[in-house]
């Protein structure tokens, strides 16, 4: 395949393997006015499929939101390729078939011998190396990871990642269809786990990490990730739903695919409860239990009551010291004013990636009378409370009622360095740090993804801004120094811009 020819527009798409994945890639491109064929190796699998879509836009004409001759179009443009040269005329052919390289090869051999020699050949792998799969045929260069996520007609991404050999015509091209169907293309370089993929790995592995600390139960830390951080779902309610027999395989592989990267480890919970069967939704139980598909929820315990007392605050910042002396003022809780608490007070503390106990002794208070509590989201939504080992029953509740004297929610925790919400987001935005440090994605196609196919409030530099990447950093830091986990190592992406006090979307 020459490189010297003008991109020319891809308008006829074969796809091989027509499960979900190939179906939705169907419906989006015959909406985008290309003419598609269908192929499967499985006997009346491309009639089912077919039937599929054009349910989905009947479904669109009942809805008043497609018309019936704009429907009657889209299915005149899905056609049958009753065997692999019936894909002869196509200028692109997307596989969708299983997840196994030798699979993917044996396929793009038989298509190299079918196809024209401007056809594209498109893997829509989720997790195989582009250039590995492109490896086995006689013009790699023609060769391109298209990859969508389900389902395809809502995920309005897909990440267009280029092998090592991939022309840059190809790449345009391929660029280029993926904005005529309607959707964000990711430009991403041939890593383990793309772009997105990539980016997800902190979120549940490091919720993962907390429960196996028995700092929060899932439920609770759910309720934090979602109330305090802002995230569309938690994610054990996020792991059910994906289901533990395909995340716990997507954690392994990406965390062995980057030879062991601390910052991608793997929980032994997960792999113990999908030996036990507990894979979510699926199976009707996972970290919750599913009745009629609902999961049960426990309700939160009701706040004790307590009566007012003073209450003295350690907290270093001005900001943090604001926030929480409003707070006691707006309960009309007594507060202390003195250079030390008196022999009774409430000691509120508000630590960035320390522990309540680590941030007592710091500052010369009772354990027995200190807690701290989260001010990285503010408390607005929901409010985290961290008590050291020492804290008394007495001291805690007070606490959960001053917290809780306007009705907002609040969790209690124990202690930890970094709380739920600090650790999660921290290492969101070190992944996305990291991500952008490799070269993998440019900074606005980063938190574009990120946002588009994980549905993050943010995508993680954008994160890391909102937050402050000072305080990501100093939260880092803190977490390596109490732990010598390598996994809290900052990126030196992050580093190098919140020490220059540059956003991390600076390139």
């Known amino acids: 395949m020459s490189n010297d020819t003008a991109p020319q527009p891809l308008r006829t798409l074969g796809i091989v393997g027509t499960g979900a994945m190939g179906r939705g890639i169907a419906q989006v491109a015959a909406e985008a006015g290309l003419a598609v064929y269908l192929h499967d190796q499985r006997e009346g699998a491309v009639a089912e499929a077919r039937e599929f879509v054009a349910s989905m836009w009947q479904r669109g004409v009942q809805k008043q939101r497609l018309s019936e001759a704009d429907a009657e179009r889209y299915r005149a443009g899905l056609n049958e390729a009753a065997t692999l040269d019936g894909l002869a005329g196509c200028d692109i052919v997307v596989e969708a078939i299983v997840e196994k390289l030798e699979a993917k090869q044996a396929l793009f051999q038989q298509l190299e011998a079918i196809l024209g020699e401007a056809a594209v050949l498109a893997t829509n792998t989720s997790s195989l190396s582009v250039t590995a799969i492109a490896s086995a045929c006689r013009h790699p260069e023609r060769v391109i990871g298209f990859h969508f996520f389900n389902p395809v007609p809502l995920m309005r991404i897909v990440e267009v990642i280029p092998g090592l050999r991939t022309a840059a015509a190809v790449t345009q091209r391929v660029e280029a269809l993926g904005q005529a169907m309607g959707h964000f293309t990711a ?54 739903l994906t289901g533990l027999d395909v995340s716990h395989a997507v954690m392994e592989s990406i965390y062995h695919q980057y030879y062991e990267e601390p910052r991608f480890r793997p929980s032994p919970l997960t792999r113990q409860r999908l030996t036990a069967g507990l894979l979510g939704r699926k199976s009707g139980e996972g970290f919750y239990r599913y009745v009629d598909g609902r999961a049960q929820v426990p309700e939160e315990a009701p706040l004790p009551a307590a009566e007012p007392r003073a209450v003295w605050i350690g907290a270093e910042e001005e900001d943090s010291r604001s926030a929480l002396s409003t707070l006691v003022r707006d309960a009309g809780w007594p507060l202390e ?111 574009r993804a990120v946002e588009l196919g994980l549905g993050y409030p943010r995508g993680p530099l954008a994160m890391g801004d909102h937050y402050g990447s000072r305080r990501i950093l100093a939260i880092l830091d803190n977490l390596l120094a109490a732990t010598g986990d390598p996994r809290y190592r900052a990126s030196p992406w992050l580093r190098r811009r919140a020490t220059l006090g540059l956003p991390l979307t600076h390139p």
């Open 187 to 240: 430009r991403a370089t041939d890593t383990p786990g793309f772009l997105v993929n990539h980016a997800g790995r902190a979120f549940g592995t490091e919720a993962l990490r907390i429960l196996g600390e028995r700092v929060a139960d899932h439920a609770s830390i759910d309720r934090i990730l979602v109330d305090q951080g802002g995230f569309r779902m938690g994610p054990f309610a996020l792991l059910d």
């Open 337 to 447: 004013n003195g250079a030390t608490p008196s022999t009774d007070a409430l000691c509120l503390v508000a630590p960035w990636g320390e522990d309540a106990s680590g941030c007592a002794l710091r500052l010369g208070l009772p354990a027995e009378r200190c807690v701290a509590v989260d001010l990285l989201a503010g408390l607005e939504r929901r409010r985290s409370l961290m008590t050291t080992p020492a804290t008394r029953a007495d001291v805690r509740d007070a606490a959960m009622a001053l917290l809780g004297h306007d009705g907002t929610p609040v969790s209690v925790i124990a202690d930890s360095h970094g709380f739920v919400l600090q650790r999660v987001v921290a290492a969101i935005v070190n992944v996305g740090s990291e991500i952008a440090q490799q070269g993998v994605a440019e900074p606005a196609t980063i938190d």
